[in-house]
């Protein structure tokens, strides 16, 4: 089939595919595609380079967490997320894999705690590196920096005042390897501050 051409709008109930055949065998080979599913918004995939030419406009996610436990998936990449239960959240991130470098999760701290706030890795086996600046915003000049030793911390525990559970923290994990969530965290605690990481 050659060149088509429309003047009025296309439209598909099921997305688009653009395909390559194989001359040989026949077979096709997915180049990319538009998945117009409701529930996700529409999702582009590409398997090859994407070059844009004019201006862009991306808006990230904000998802706020209400349950007492809540499973982040690799597809969030790039979300932030709203601690916004008193009583406490646990947050498992998704297991570390050889390809998953470069994924990017932002916490904030929406609600002061009154139960531990815990981010917890995917696998024992995936640990923090990075820091955690703590501050007591009562008292000038009261700041301490902790710092994951790597060896067997794969959480990130808010249980307690000390440990920064004040609302209006903030905690950014990227995934730097196979291995390592990397923490970048500005928290604020009273008294006499503590490692969030266990």
């Given at each position: 089939m050659g060149t088509t051409t429309f003047?009025?709008?296309?439209?598909?109930?099921?997305?688009?595919?653009?395909v390559t055949k194989n001359t040989t065998t026949g077979a096709y080979?997915?180049?990319?595609?538009?998945?117009?599913?409701?529930?996700?918004?529409?999702?582009?995939?590409?398997?090859?380079?994407?070059a844009v030419t004019g201006a862009t406009t991306g808006i990230k996610s904000v998802v706020t967490i209400?349950?007492?436990?809540?499973?982040?998936?690799?597809?969030?990449?790039?979300?932030?997320?709203?601690?916004?239960?008193?009583?406490?959240?646990?947050?498992?991130?998704?297991?570390?894999?050889?390809?998953?470098?470069?994924?990017?999760?932002?916490?904030?701290?929406?609600?002061?705690?009154?139960?531990?706030?815990?981010?917890?890795?995917?696998?024992?086996?995936?640990?923090?590196?990075?820091?955690?600046?703590?501050s007591d915003p009562a008292t000038a000049g009261d700041t301490n920096t902790f710092i994951p030793d790597q060896s067997n911390d794969d959480t990130i525990d808010l249980g307690a005042v000390e440990q920064g559970w004040l609302s209006g923290g903030q905690i950014t994990l990227t995934a730097q390897s196979a291995t390592r969530w990397h923490c970048a965290a500005f928290l604020l605690g009273d008294a006499t501050l503590a490692t969030p990481f266990e």
């Open positions: 003047t009025g709008a296309v439209r598909s109930e099921n997305g688009f595919i653009d080979t997915t180049n990319s595609t538009y998945n117009n599913d409701a529930t996700i918004g529409g999702n582009v995939t590409i398997a090859g380079t994407l209400t349950d007492a436990t809540y499973a982040v998936t690799a597809a969030q990449s790039g979300t932030t997320f709203i601690l916004s239960r008193a009583a406490g959240i646990v947050v498992t991130l998704p297991e570390l894999t050889a390809a998953a470098s470069g994924e990017q999760y932002t916490f904030i701290v929406g609600t002061t705690f009154t139960g531990a706030g815990q981010i917890n890795t995917g696998a024992t086996a995936d640990l923090y590196s990075g820091f955690a600046i703590l």
